[in-house]
């Protein structure tokens, strides 16, 4: 395993796919339009209506999906359709800078709306209807948000003379005009050219105005060339006080009413700008009330659910926020670098178009499952529509593609999803059986698990540093999905990056606590692995295998499987709107290999408590808390002789030799062991069958080992070396001072060999330290961590020290002013750092459980406090 060829990243998708053995929606009809590009779609009880990219809309019959009628009069690409259930209005937006209302009964033209500012709001990308303010709502490419009110009176005279002027080829009433009967909302303005918004084509030599005599007006078209066409509507205009001026730093794409959430009335809308933004409308004048943040390309498609948000972004990724905590849920990874046109929602079940032509299907947990090319260009347009009269129960999936076609696909809802209340009834009736830690992100976590460990993040071995960082990028991307605001922190030249990640908790009025989860040195949470030789496995070890309740993998219980299973506790209580508090994992890839580059916390902010998962229990029987470490003091000690390696036959008895100068001593204070340490062990030595002294030597006194003695020149008995190098360590235990320990060690090795007078040289490197831990079993966090390993396993958890060493437990307790928890989810038999290293199902999913109770917990506390 330690070859540079390694296998293929993953992909980070954490949806599964679920489509194999499930045939995709079942394609009823195709409807072709004449070699125009399917930019918008409508529909209502008869009629389906598709805007193109040759200013017309058609209208196909539903039942017999013949072409009823083309509604003509844009003078651009019809960018919009919104279909006025109770108004049965149909609104069109274009290009050419107005938004057109016809009436969907007699397909006649009503209204011509102009945007405030005329053409200079450009291109009309967006519309919202809004049945409760009777307002239609435009997304403009000025980044401007403009809506019409339809409570106001209409002035018929108004309307009427601004006809008259433009069939006489006299320009309608200019933005500064008034007329006797009209009002100030409903002004017919002069459409003057604009230098970059012109939809005209420059060779063609017209102002970009649609007022001028360029043709006989028919059925709202300036072209003379249209001869089935009629009268072109009343002309009405947004007036200023209905225009949000840079609504968005950009092209207002998307937007959407927001349905079956709180009781107020809230648009929502997405830009170029990479943000959606949530507009309260009660008054009939949107208020922004948060933003959402993308960060993956312009927002080109929005489509909500009860109290869900899904925005469509230009990269390829889903976001989506959940709307009464305001927090971010998930991210699902459609195609990278594969733009997603449009969205449609039937129930739960999500279906995205994207810019490669194929459409697909996401279940309520984000599962793909179903998956379809279905246009032989863009996927440019969708909607949800119910079938006929006579086919009530059945709904069509309606697409509209570059390829100029039309496509109805036979679609049915899902079953319902189970509520946010529910969780909550569940927890209230069956305090004894909860939800928490099962179902569709226990799943998840395996399957996230399983793509993790097929990275050979292997940090001591330079060859598969690259397979490091792609470790890193693909975990960035796993947290992304499940929730959290992701970035990589640079640890400098030669060392994998560190995977900062925050789930943020529902906003409230009072702060947060922060709980930092960190992996790092050796017993800690981290990507990187050790090598993993073939010799000892009955599997792969890096396809991650299951065998009889175990999963079996490099990295599976040493520390991937650990990442995992908290991410995975933090994703379901964002699922449940139940996350209180702030999780940040700071997870480095070097802990196998000295944490090299380590201490990048600058970016973290305050922190209240720390929690680590990076060790095993005891025993395979009962759950653990870690509440002590011992320090660490890691040397080389070289002594050299000023001479080349020499033949002992020759040489020996006659020079000093290195080897035999090689010496060393350690001692320093040791806390004494309290009456309740002394029953703790009695406890343990019970669970584990092993002596009280033996597990006290192990964990709370000090040790001194020398690992391996190095000699320069050819390994044979005939050699005297010139060079010997010993590789010692000390384990340290409270109260012994680190920086104490340091000093006493290298004063005592020099002055035991300068005793010697020997003329070789001694040289002492300190490569790494690492100072002892001692957690609080008094404060609230231990105790909250305690009680819910206890309710979750249904046994009070053994208290254990570890023998070996974490340096960032008590360097981050001291940098963030608080106390640490050490979580250990695996067993004893785990095989940490040997073949076939496991862990078990249970322990996976209860650890996740363990998690979400802590946190329930903690959030509760904080309620208390305050």
């Not at 095993?616 to 040397?635: E, F, K, N, S």
């Not at 409270?734 to 290298?746: A, H």
Request: hydrophobic share 35%; with cysteine.
């Amino acid at each position: 395993m330690d070859s540079p060829n390694s296998p293929s990243i993953p992909h980070p998708s954490l949806s599964r796919y679920l489509q194999s053995n499930v045939p995709p929606p079942v394609l009823i009809h195709s409807l072709h339009e004449s070699r125009s590009s399917v930019l918008s779609l409508a529909s209502n009880e008869r009629y389906i209506f598709s805007g193109s990219q040759n200013q017309d809309i058609s209208v196909w019959d539903k039942e017999t999906f013949q072409l009823k009628d083309t509604l003509r009069g844009h003078t651009g690409s019809v960018l919009g359709l919104e279909y006025a259930k109770d108004k049965k209005w149909l609104f069109s937006s274009s290009g050419d800078s107005t938004v057109r209302v016809w009436s969907t009964e007699t397909l006649e033209p009503l209204y011509i709306i102009q945007p405030y500012m005329g053409e200079g709001a450009g291109d009309l990308f967006s519309l919202a209807w809004s049945s409760a303010l009777q307002t239609i709502f435009i997304g403009c490419q000025n980044t401007s948000l403009q809506w019409f009110d339809f409570r106001e009176p209409i002035s018929r005279s108004s309307s009427s003379s601004s006809l008259r002027r433009e069939s006489e080829g006299t320009p309608a009433l200019g933005a500064g005009a008034t007329s006797g009967t009209s009002t100030p909302n409903k002004l017919a303005t002069a459409r003057q050219a604009h230098k970059f918004f012109d939809s005209y084509p420059q060779y063609e030599r017209k102002a970009a105005d649609i007022h001028a005599k360029n043709g006989k007006p028919g059925r709202g078209s300036p072209d003379s060339d249209r001869s089935d066409a009629s009268g072109p509507g009343e002309y009405l205009c947004i007036p200023a006080t209905n225009v949000i001026d840079s609504a968005h730093y950009g092209y207002i794409y998307t937007m959407t009413i927001l349905t079956g959430w709180d009781q107020g009335i809230h648009l929502a809308t997405g830009s170029g700008d990479e943000l959606v933004k949530l507009w309260a409308c009660d008054s009939g004048v949107p208020e922004l009330v948060h933003e959402f943040e993308c960060s993956h390309g312009a927002v080109l498609a929005l489509v909500s659910e009860g109290d869900t948000i899904y925005a469509g972004c230009q990269d390829g990724y889903v976001r989506v926020f959940d709307l009464e905590t305001k927090t971010f849920v998930r991210t699902i990874i459609v195609q990278e670098g594969v733009d997603i046109i449009a969205m449609s929602m039937l129930g739960s079940d999500l279906y995205t178009c994207s810019a490669d032509g194929w459409i697909k299907r996401w279940s309520a947990s984000f599962d793909c499952t179903a998956s379809w090319k279905a246009h032989d260009g863009i996927a440019l347009s969708s909607i949800i529509s119910r079938r006929n009269t006579y086919e009530s129960s059945g709904f069509y999936l309606i697409s509209g593609g570059s390829d100029d076609h039309i496509k109805v696909w036979g679609v049915t809802p899902p079953k319902p999803r189970r509520s946010v209340a529910s969780y909550e009834d569940n927890d209230v009736e069956n305090p004894n059986k909860s939800c928490i830690g099962s179902g569709t992100f226990f799943d998840t976590m395996v399957y996230a698990l399983s793509k993790f460990t097929t990275i050979p993040s292997i940090s001591s071995i330079p060859a598969h540093r690259e397979d490091c960082r792609q470790a890193a990028i693909w975990l960035r991307k796993c947290l992304g999905q499940l929730g959290a605001k992701t970035s990589l922190l640079p640890t400098g030249e030669g060392n994998n990056p560190i995977v900062l990640a925050t789930f943020s908790g529902a906003k409230g009025e009072k702060p947060k606590r922060r709980v930092l989860f960190y992996g790092q040195v050796e017993l800690l949470l981290h990507y990187d692995v050790i090598p993993a030789p073939p010799e000892g496995w009955h599997s792969d070890p890096f396809i991650l295998t299951g065998r009889n309740g175990y999963l079996y993998g490099r990295g599976a219980t040493d520390n991937k499987g650990p990442i995992i299973a908290v991410a995975c506790a933090a994703a379901d209580l964002l699922s449940r709107r139940a996350l209180e508090v702030d999780l940040v994992f700071l997870i480095e890839g070097d802990e196998e290999c000295g944490s090299k580059g380590f201490k990048q916390t600058n970016a973290i902010g305050n922190i209240d408590a720390i929690l680590v998962s990076n060790s095993t229990w005891i025993a395979d029987a009962q759950p653990c808390i870690t509440y002590g470490l011992r320090g660490v003091v890691h040397c080389s000690v070289e002594i050299s002789a000023d001479r080349p390696d020499l033949h002992s036959g020759i040489e020996g008895g006659a020079v000093a030799e290195p080897m035999v100068d090689m010496y060393l001593f350690s001692d320093d204070k040791v806390r004494p062991q309290t009456t309740e340490e002394k029953d703790l062990y009695k406890l343990l030595s019970a669970v584990t069958n092993r002596p009280a002294s033996l597990l006290s030597s192990r964990w709370r006194e000090p040790s001194f080992t020398i690992h391996n003695v190095e000699i320069s020149g050819p390994k044979n008995a005939t050699i005297i070396p010139s060079k010997v190098n010993a590789q010692l360590s000390l384990r340290l235990v409270p109260d012994q001072s680190l920086e104490d320990i340091v000093k006493s060690l290298r004063e005592h090795l020099q002055s035991s060999f300068n005793n010697l007078r020997s003329p070789n040289k001694l040289t002492v490197n300190v490569k790494h330290t690492a100072d002892w831990w001692l957690g609080d079993l008094e404060g609230h966090w231990f105790e909250s961590l305690e009680s819910a390993v206890q309710e979750e396993w249904g046994v009070a958890p053994l208290r254990i020290r570890e023998g070996g060493s974490i340096p960032s437990v008590p360097y981050l307790e001291k940098e963030f002013g608080c106390h640490a928890l050490h979580l250990p989810m695996g067993q004893s038999s785990d095989q940490a750092h040997l073949p076939d290293e496991r862990i078990s199902l249970i322990n996976l999913r209860k650890g996740k459980a363990v998690i979400e109770r802590f946190l329930l917990k903690v959030a509760a506390s904080c309620k208390d406090a305050q």
